[in-house]
């Protein structure tokens, strides 16, 4: 962890990737916080847990005092009422990215999605298209990360394809993603994002004063 990174902010830090970034963070040294709608279980040293809603700007505002850094990586994979793909990979990441940069944050990393395109007819591609644009607008020089499918031992990926395998396995037929799609360990997510960021903090300091420069690190495959 870099020396001037001290303290970061997690949105999104109780869900599947947040959990591990937020843990790869500590144990690089940085006090982290974690914001979420809901507090997880338990609290580690180093870690705070603060429960709050991202939706709201002055909510994104009190979480990222005090940072210098500030991930986001907040997804919804199923629309539910008010929280759509567009709410929530948009417009909320907006906020996050808009409070950051008020608040003088060193250096910002948006967690999107591979494959993500403003032009896709997809909603949940395009929308993840749209939030990096968005992002950039908000926070110039932040550092975009494009993760494929994702797999860990309490992922929602491979466990359930093995679970249908044990049980249908003369039935199942199942595709495997393309290139594009090979599927990503979490943890090594949470390294690369880190590495390539550092990476990118020495190229340009700081980074707003290069506006038109932006980090796209697509996470294909942990070989």
């Not at 986001?72 to 539910?80: F, M, P, S, W």
């Not at 948006?110 to 997809?122: D, E, Y």
Request: hydrophobic share 40%.
């Amino acid at each position: 962890m870099d020396r001037e990174i001290n303290r970061v902010t997690v949105f999104g830090g109780t869900g599947f990737v947040g959990r591990r970034v937020a843990r790869y963070l500590r144990e690089s040294g940085a006090t982290v916080r974690i914001v979420s709608r809901h507090r997880g279980l338990g609290e580690d040293d180093g870690i705070e847990q603060i429960a709050a809603d991202a939706h709201d700007q002055r909510s994104a505002e009190a979480a990222v005092a005090g940072a210098d850094g500030v991930v986001n990586a907040i997804g919804l994979y199923v629309e539910r009422g008010t929280d759509t793909f567009h709410s929530v990979h948009v417009e909320t990441a907006a906020k996050i990215a808009r409070a950051a940069r008020q608040a003088g944050i060193r250096r910002f990393v948006h967690v999107s999605g591979i494959g993500a395109n403003t032009a896709s007819s997809s909603p949940y591609i395009r929308s993840r298209g749209e939030g990096e644009a968005a992002v950039q607008t908000a926070f110039p020089g932040a550092v975009i990360v494009r993760p494929a499918v994702m797999f860990a031992p309490d992922d929602a990926f491979l466990t359930t394809i093995l679970r249908l395998l044990r049980s249908q396995a003369s039935q199942l037929q199942l595709p495997w993603p393309g290139p594009d799609g090979q599927p990503n360990e979490s943890s090594q997510l949470a390294r690369q994002a880190h590495a390539e960021s550092r990476a990118r903090h020495r190229q340009l300091l700081p980074a707003v004063t290069q506006p038109s420069k932006n980090l796209y690190l697509g996470c294909i495959s942990p070989h």
